[in-house]
């Protein structure tokens, strides 16, 4: 008898023990459901001598992925026996959280390579999410000077390793000139022995002085992120933003003749107009 009972007892503690799994796996599934996925991405930049790390978060409703902004983005590097926090950022209303980086503070391993971690811990709303990179330590120098009355860019780029400094080689870079909204694409080619030399137009408008903001950018590799090196040059053509008289065309302001001869035809309408008023009420008196 007690043996029944035993088996009894020990059969409700298992159906107990199940109900409680279940339960929480219910309650896991319901909380995951009403909060939303967010999708985050991690790259990261260097230009001269300055690096940064830049978070984009978004969230997908009824189809559509708005960006997810006033929500805080821990940044972490990690190393083989811990992770170290670099700082938090709360992204924007435009959805990105940008981590300015110390030069002398990352760490590099032996190959040259290090690791980032970018983490968001979610709420109520949203989902946690998490991205990771490796990044390979590099350099990218670009030299402009003027070969027999020509503009010529010469731009190198290295690795790092705890062996030296070895060249990049076959990894393609592009030439661009800064403007206010996008880049302006200007040539394109591939390092060779991390070197490569190219031309560069001289019909390009500049600043008042002909100032251009030149790039020389490797642009999202999947070792290096985003690479720049940048220099001004006055190799533009100079163009004044002063407002100036322009003479009078049929594309800017109608010519005088074309003034007066409209007002003349309006004066000459409402004048036969006006007559004709009058002498209808003339009739009128007769």
């Avoid at 830049?54 to 997908?60: D, L, S």
């Avoid at 790092?160 to 200007?186: C, H, T």
């Avoid at 003034?259 to 006006?274: K, S």
Wanted: include cysteine.
């Amino acid at each position: 008898m007690k043996a029944i009972f035993g088996n009894i007892t020990y059969d409700h503690k298992v159906k107990h023990m199940f109900s409680l799994v279940v339960l929480f796996f219910l309650c896991s599934w319901i909380t995951l459901t009403a909060q939303e996925r967010v999708f985050m991405y991690l790259k990261y930049y260097q230009t001269n001598d300055a690096r940064y790390l830049r978070a984009e978060m978004k969230y997908r409703k009824d189809r559509v992925f708005y960006q997810l902004g006033g929500q805080e983005v821990s940044f972490y590097q990690a190393t083989e026996d811990d992770q170290l926090l670099l700082g938090k950022v709360s992204t924007g209303e435009d959805g990105f959280a940008r981590l300015n980086l110390d030069n002398n503070a990352i760490l590099w391993d032996s190959t040259g390579y290090t690791h980032f971690l970018a983490e968001y811990e979610g709420n109520e709303e949203f989902r946690s999410a998490d991205r990771d990179l490796d990044i390979k330590r590099t350099e990218l120098k670009m030299m402009p000077e003027v070969v027999d009355s020509t503009y010529q860019l010469t731009i190198n780029g290295y690795e790092f390793s705890d062996e030296g400094k070895s060249a990049i080689d076959g990894e393609d870079v592009r030439v661009l000139v800064k403007r206010l909204y996008s880049d302006l694409p200007v040539r394109e080619g591939s390092l060779e022995d991390g070197v490569y030399v190219t031309d560069f137009p001289n019909d390009i408008p500049g600043k008042s002085r002909g100032e251009l903001e030149i790039i020389a950018r490797i642009q999202d590799h999947d070792d290096y992120g985003t690479v720049e090196a940048r220099d001004v040059v006055r190799w533009g053509v100079p163009v004044s933003f002063v407002p100036q008289e322009r003479p009078r065309a049929l594309w800017a302001r109608a010519p005088l003749w074309i003034i007066i001869g409209v007002w003349g035809a309006l004066i000459v309408a409402w004048f036969h107009y006006l007559l004709a008023i009058s002498n209808l009420f003339g009739m009128k008196d007769a």
